[in-house]
């Protein structure tokens, strides 16, 4: 029989009618759903090391619903992991912990809340490709969106649960974060370095000497070559303890309330540089 690691979760409804052990059957629903498609799009990218846009039939992984349990409002869940090439020569308890910090650190991000990883597994994939992480956030995003329904109907949190502890949870200021605002409908020039560059997607990170923090980008339409070869020249400066400061020209993309979570990104060009940025 093929090998199988079975990984438990469950969803906690607190607040409101979920104190009561009952939710909204339509809020619920579409919480639930927006939950289902999260963990589907977060375990295929766990597994697979690939991001699917939408929540994929995943193959070598499925997660179940299991009976309801008693208390404010609880939905068991299980993660069956079966992929044999992803399995290959690992204990069950190191899969196990890996996939609860991954879904912590993926799922943390696209509703605004940032973890360290805390097993080597999850660090180094990290480390190797952060921008990976920050796409796959802004994919989980709008699953999340509907996952905050009973949030946004009738208040309380909702947590994603392991055994014997909460890995995260969701309120009305993680609502605020996956509820989107639209672009700006203007570019603007940003001063900062890039130090994360991922040379095949073209998304990464910089620091915004602006907001004197490091905020991901995401490629526009617009990027081309000369830009790229800028993006990667400021990184390999960054990483060499040099200025390798750029002008990045970006669309902010803004939470709720206002607070910058990403940037799309037209061009850059070198500060100072006469005429206006490259674009196509």
Not at 14 to 33: H, N, P
Not at 219 to 240: I, P, Y
């Amino acid at each position: 029989m093929a090998r199988e690691i079975s990984i438990s979760l469950k969803l906690v409804y607190r607040g409101g009618d979920a104190d009561k052990g009952r939710l909204d059957l339509y809020d619920g629903a579409d919480s639930i759903f927006g939950f289902a498609k999260a963990l589907q799009i977060a375990t295929h990218a766990f597994v697979k090391e690939s991001i699917a846009k939408t929540a994929p039939s995943m193959k070598g992984a499925r997660i179940y619903m299991q009976p309801p349990a008693a208390g404010s409002f609880i939905e068991p869940i299980q993660a069956v992991i079966s992929d044999p090439t992803f399995m290959a020569g690992v204990g069950t308890g190191v899969v196990t912990n890996a996939f609860y910090d991954f879904l912590k650190i993926a799922l943390g991000r696209a509703a605004g809340l940032v973890f360290e990883p805390e097993t080597p597994t999850v660090k180094r994939r990290l480390e190797k490709d952060e921008p990976f992480f920050d796409e796959l956030a802004d994919v989980l995003e709008g699953p999340l969106r509907e996952a905050h329904r009973t949030i946004e109907e009738s208040g309380g949190t909702v947590s994603i649960d392991r055994p014997r502890s909460t890995l995260l949870t969701f309120d009305h200021e993680t609502l605020d974060w996956v509820k989107t605002r639209e672009e700006d409908e203007a570019s603007a020039f940003r001063l900062g370095t890039v130090t994360r560059f991922n040379i095949l997607s073209h998304n990464g990170r910089m620091f915004d000497k602006t907001e004197n923090r490091t905020i991901p980008f995401k490629r526009g339409e617009t990027l081309n070559g000369s830009s790229v070869l800028l993006l990667s020249k400021s990184l390999d400066d960054a990483n060499n303890r040099l200025p390798g400061l750029l002008e990045f020209q970006v669309k902010p993309v803004r939470s709720a309330r206002g607070v910058i979570k990403r940037f799309i990104l037209s061009s850059c060009r070198k500060p100072g540089s006469l005429g206006p940025a490259h674009s196509l």
